[in-house]
């Protein structure tokens, strides 16, 4: 317990880790932190595979349960969406994320081609790089006030775009090099 952020890669190609137990305080974990631990076992809502612990097993959304998926109802007790928890889920048309979540990591949506609108939530402080990357029909997006970094490349290819509200928190909006 304490413990509020996992970094890049800290369990990278664990094959053998098959359960991790997160403490609540939890606020992020890094792009590629489980990946390669394909022996987790996941708590299951909706359409998607969850990790977490005993009083909240859906803390840590952490994968779409495939990638062709056309709608998601993420649990309302979900804090951090995962990197590429929805990447290349090309029938994903809408999606809401409930109040509560506080990170959008790294390519979450990353070319989900046909989604066209997001509800983010004023929980959301990170949306990290290249979160909606590639999502070519997205067509406007709210950023609330509570957001207060917006990763690189973030709306990065997201071509159909004409419309973007940037809350007044914002203090980083990092460039994609």
Do not use: R
Not at 67 to 80: D, L, V
Request: aromatic share 12%.
């Amino acid at each position: 317990e304490g413990v509020t952020s996992i970094g890049n890669s800290a369990f990278y190609n664990c094959s053998s880790l098959t359960n991790i137990v997160l403490p609540n305080s939890i606020i992020s974990i890094g792009a590629d932190a489980f990946n390669g631990c394909g022996n987790f076992k996941y708590n299951e809502y909706d359409n998607a595979y969850y990790i977490g612990n005993n009083s909240n097993p859906y803390l840590v959304l952490m994968k779409a349960k495939n990638q062709s998926i056309a709608s998601c109802k993420i649990h309302p007790n979900t804090k951090i969406i995962y990197s590429n928890a929805f990447c290349w889920c090309s029938n994903l048309t809408t999606i809401v994320i409930p109040d509560g979540v506080t990170n959008i990591g790294f390519g979450s949506f990353q070319v989900c081609g046909f989604l066209t609108s997001i509800v983010i939530p004023d929980s959301v402080i990170i949306i990290d790089d290249a979160a909606f990357w590639g999502c070519s029909s997205l067509i406007s997006i709210e950023i609330p006030d509570s957001v207060t970094s917006i990763g690189g490349g973030a709306f990065s290819g997201c071509s159909s775009l004409i419309s973007v509200a940037i809350g007044n928190s914002v203090a980083y909006i990092w460039n994609s090099t």
